[in-house]
């Protein structure tokens, strides 16, 4: 199965009826970029900057982050990365900063983390922005923004950037060539915005670990809960249909870099309502690529219509009994 997948490193994932699905990966730290090459994936999807955070003793200064975003961007070569600015505070607790709070913070994933802990800490931000600034000078550069809420969040965030860009080019010093915005979805109040918030940015990706957790009020982390949602429960399935459907009519890259997407049924209820961008686990990418082969889009979308209009008992015995039947 591995050689089979090694084969598909360089092919291309068409579906069956030639719609191009881009298959990316997730990483975080430097040793994560040969699985670049290694699994085919298109680029990197979701690279976690809080990785260095996490893993460092103390906080790592713009000179560190410079280097590390450098290598990986050198590392990516032609394939684009999306930097994530850091998700740290709430449960991805950091010692050395005192998120203190976070250790009274009863409900951490709903807590001040990310983006809205970046915005209070300005400092951090700028650096990281400096850094990442640095780091693209003379190529493209991706930025998204974490459990964004509101789209204010957003332009907030893109402010901090575009501030420092300034500073940069004031200084005569090198700066990216292109610079992208965008922002993870994965705050469900975030989903009724998006006709204010689409114009402002370049893409969105569906967080689907937080996402899911938000919508069924259920705590990612705690296994007593892990078998009490699904991921192709009707609600989640609706929910992200109806995400997909509000891009129609906006040039806005629409993709998800949650965990559902490197699973077989999940990936395949995905395309079947409308994401063509999947970014996954490296370890995914093969399976999926080819997946991805196999599947008519045309009929899977129509199946995925019905079965959202009216949702069977079982979805996800119905979903692997059609793909069984295909061959998938
Ligand atoms: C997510 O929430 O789905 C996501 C991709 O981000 P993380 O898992 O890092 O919270
Ligand atoms: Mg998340």
Same mark, same amino acid.
């Given at each position: 199965?591995?050689?089979?997948?090694?084969?598909?490193?360089?092919?291309?994932?068409?579906?069956?009826?030639?719609?191009?699905?881009?298959?990316?990966?997730?990483?975080?730290?430097?040793?994560?970029?040969?699985?670049?090459?290694?699994?085919?994936?298109?680029?990197?999807?979701?690279?976690?900057?809080?990785?260095?955070?996490?893993?460092?003793?103390?906080?790592?200064?713009?000179?560190?982050?410079?280097?590390?975003?450098?290598?990986?961007?050198?590392?990516?070569?032609?394939?684009?990365?999306?930097?994530?600015?850091?998700?740290?505070?709430?449960?991805?607790?950091?010692?050395?900063?005192?998120?203190?709070? =976070?250790?009274?913070?009863? /409900? +951490?994933?709903?807590?001040? %983390?990310?983006?809205? !802990? #970046?915005?209070?800490?300005?400092?951090? $931000?700028?650096?990281?922005?400096?850094?990442?600034?640095?780091?693209?000078?003379?190529?493209?550069?991706?930025?998204?923004?974490?459990?964004?809420?509101?789209?204010?969040?957003?332009?907030?965030?893109?402010?901090?950037?575009?501030?420092?860009?300034?500073?940069?080019?004031?200084?005569?010093?090198?700066?990216?060539?292109?610079?992208?915005?965008?922002?993870?979805?994965?705050?469900?109040?975030?989903?009724?915005?998006?006709?204010?918030?689409?114009?402002?940015?370049?893409?969105?990706?569906?967080?689907?670990?937080?996402?899911?957790?938000?919508?069924? =009020?259920?705590?990612?982390? /705690? +296994?007593?809960?892990?078998? %009490?949602?699904?991921? !192709? #429960?009707?609600?989640?399935?609706?929910? $992200?249909?109806?995400?997909?459907?509000?891009?129609?009519?906006?040039?806005?890259?629409?993709?998800?870099?949650?965990?559902?997407?490197?699973?077989?049924?999940?990936?395949?209820?995905?395309?079947?309502?409308?994401?063509?961008?999947?970014?996954?686990?490296?370890?995914?990418?093969?399976?999926?690529?080819?997946?991805?082969?196999?599947?008519?889009?045309?009929?899977?979308?129509?199946?995925?219509?019905?079965?959202?209009?009216?949702?069977?008992?079982?979805?996800?015995?119905?979903?692997?009994?059609?793909?069984?039947?295909?061959?998938?």
């Amino acid at each position: 199965k591995q050689a089979a997948y090694a084969e598909l490193r360089d092919v291309e994932p068409f579906t069956r009826d030639g719609t191009r699905i881009t298959v990316m990966m997730n990483a975080g730290l430097r040793d994560d970029m040969s699985a670049l090459a290694m699994s085919g994936a298109d680029g990197v999807g979701l690279f976690r900057t809080e990785f260095q955070f996490l893993v460092s003793s103390t906080l790592p200064q713009r000179d560190r982050q410079m280097r590390l975003y450098r290598d990986v961007l050198d590392a990516a070569g032609d394939k684009p990365v999306i930097f994530r600015t850091v998700d740290i505070g709430g449960d991805k607790a950091v010692p050395y900063l005192d998120t203190a709070v =976070a250790e009274r913070d009863e /409900n +951490p994933a709903m807590g001040w %983390r990310a983006l809205r !802990l #970046s915005l209070e800490r300005e400092g951090l $931000l700028k650096a990281q922005a400096r850094a990442l600034l640095e780091a693209a000078a003379g190529r493209s550069l991706s930025v998204m923004f974490p459990m964004v809420s509101e789209p204010w969040e957003f332009d907030a965030g893109k402010k901090v950037f575009e501030d420092q860009l300034a500073f940069q080019r004031d200084r005569r010093r090198q700066v990216p060539e292109t610079i992208r915005y965008g922002c993870m979805l994965e705050v469900p109040a975030l989903a009724d915005m998006l006709d204010v918030l689409l114009p402002k940015l370049s893409f969105v990706s569906v967080g689907t670990n937080d996402l899911t957790q938000f919508l069924f =009020a259920a705590d990612r982390a /705690n +296994p007593k809960l892990a078998e %009490r949602y699904d991921w !192709l #429960s009707p609600a989640i399935l609706r929910f $992200l249909a109806r995400v997909s459907r509000s891009f129609v009519g906006h040039d806005v890259q629409l993709g998800v870099c949650g965990e559902m997407g490197g699973r077989r049924l999940e990936a395949l209820a995905l395309l079947g309502i409308g994401y063509r961008r999947l970014s996954i686990t490296p370890a995914a990418v093969g399976p999926i690529k080819e997946l991805v082969r196999k599947v008519d889009l045309g009929e899977l979308t129509a199946q995925m219509s019905r079965w959202l209009a009216a949702p069977p008992p079982d979805m996800r015995g119905a979903l692997q009994q059609w793909a069984g039947e295909r061959d998938i």
